[in-house]
């Protein structure tokens, strides 16, 4: 009886083993005990520097939790591709991502990333609609950390000299590109319209400020084509048409559309909040002469697409205790005001809008959170990047080659519907 017992345990412990194996080789997470260790946090590029600096205080008080900074390169695309890849895998090596806020449905349907309990976080002190990119299907799956929306700058001292305000309406904008920019030897008007994530981002804010949208229900259906879709896209290929909109803001990224505008040869540029501030160092040739206001739209102000990013905990994660303790340090207030002042970038909680102190140091500060507040999720979808790599082709094709709005709808419709209806 001895030997058979014994036998017994032997074989208990080999299948407790080879079933460990299996798990480790399907890519299932094996969570320490206590779900508490090291953690990598991996991000796109930090220009300004200021998370290392972040991640000092939290290292100092949590030895045995520290925190690894992964640093991707600065293009988003590439960003999403090498954190698709680990994750695909079902790789541990990243517990916590910073995760653009487009990426938050199609992470959370692949199952990559894990639900968390909104109650831990405090979300009732941030801009309302941010909370929304972080939702997919009536969950919670990550924590907003940045936010963002466009805004459109202009040439103040232009617009004083003429004595008129800055447009509030396309008919507006587009009546003072054609006229007032060329009196001073400047192109009318430039967004970021290269094919890549920044067109996808200005066309869906020229649909949705004109009351329109590309896709509904979280990805499932194809709203293009409609009037006011078609509104949207025509206030961009007309821009193009009629020259307003200069040939060469084809090729434009961020970069190159703020450089444009800060060398003197733009009078209105949408781009994001971060251009304000490098637009007034002493070697800019437009210091002191640029206004920022909420981007027109038909009949009034327009609507913003919500940039910025999320913090989520990966499902293989074996340390998710830690990660969601991490998350609610770098969302809260002390660390989102460095977010602002030491990383440049538009911090999450509202009332950091309102400090007298920070909006003299950070003027545009009130038009931003109007635009926050009016801006929309970018398109939510499972499919995210196939639907973004769509909408970047078809309509970099047509401001290329004259396409008219409605040839333009129909191929878009035509390439969403493949994409949605492949689940």
């Known amino acids: 009886m001895r030997w058979k017992r014994a036998a017994g345990r032997a074989l208990l412990v080999c299948s407790l083993l080879f079933a460990g194996m299996t798990g480790a080789q399907a890519g299932e997470p094996r969570p320490d005990a206590d779900g508490r260790g090291p953690l990598t946090l991996v991000t796109g590029g930090d220009l300004t520097g200021y998370l290392r600096g972040v991640l000092v205080g939290w290292n100092a008080r949590h030895p045995r939790e520290k ?3 992964v640093e991707l390169p600065d293009a988003a695309d590439e960003v999403r591709a090498q954190m698709a890849t680990e994750l695909r895998s079902g790789s541990d090596r990243f517990d ?25 976080f405090p979300l009732r002190h941030f801009l309302p609609p941010v909370v929304d990119t972080a939702t997919f299907r009536g969950r ?34 587009t009546r003072l590109a ?7 030897g400047l192109d009318g008007y430039a967004g970021q319209f290269l094919p890549y994530e920044g067109l996808t981002a200005n066309v869906t ?71 304000y501030a490098l637009a007034h160092p002493g070697a800019s040739k437009v210091s002191g ?27 293989h994660s074996r340390h ?31 009332g950091l809008y309102e400090e007298p102190g920070l909006v ?51 191929r878009l419709s035509r390439e969403l519907r493949a994409i949605v209806a492949r689940g």
Do not use: C, M
């Not at 449905?105 to 968390?116: D, T």
């Open 178 to 184: 054609k006229t007032v920019a060329p009196k001073y």
């Open 360 to 410: 003299r140091r950070f003027p545009y500060l009130p038009t931003l959170k109007r635009s926050v507040l009016t801006a929309r999720p970018r398109l939510k979808s499972p499919r995210y990047d196939q639907v973004s790599l769509a909408v970047q082709a078809v309509v970099h094709d047509a401001l290329v080659h004259g396409r008219s709005t409605d040839a333009t709808v129909a």
């Open 67 to 69: 925190v690894t900074l």
């Open 140 to 173: 919670l799956y990550a924590v907003p950390y940045v936010t963002n929306a466009g805004l459109l700058y202009y040439r103040k001292d232009v617009l004083d000299r003429e004595g008129v305000r800055p447009p509030r309406t396309w008919a507006e904008l």
């Open 205 to 275: 804010e020229a649909v949705q400020s004109a009351g329109g949208t590309v896709l509904a229900g979280e990805g499932a259906r194809v709203t293009v084509d409609s009037a006011a879709a078609r509104r949207g896209l025509s206030f961009l290929l007309d821009g193009v048409r009629e020259g307003w909109i200069p040939r060469r803001a084809l090729a434009f990224k961020e970069e190159e559309s703020r450089q444009a505008f800060q060398d003197g040869k733009l009078l209105f540029l949408r781009n994001w909040p971060y251009a």
């Open 96 to 120: 916590v991502l910073n995760i653009d806020v487009a990426w938050t449905s199609e992470f959370a349907a692949a199952g990559w990333i894990a639900p968390v309990d909104g109650r831990r």
């Open 289 to 315: 002469k640029v206004g920022a206001v909420p981007l027109p739209g038909p009949g009034g102000p327009g609507s913003s697409v919500l940039g910025g990013s999320n913090l989520a905990v990966n499902s």
């Open 320 to 350: 998710q205790k830690s990660a969601a303790d991490l998350i609610s340090y770098l969302t809260s207030e002390p660390v989102q005001r460095r977010v602002l002042t030491e990383g440049a970038l538009p911090p999450v909680w509202a």
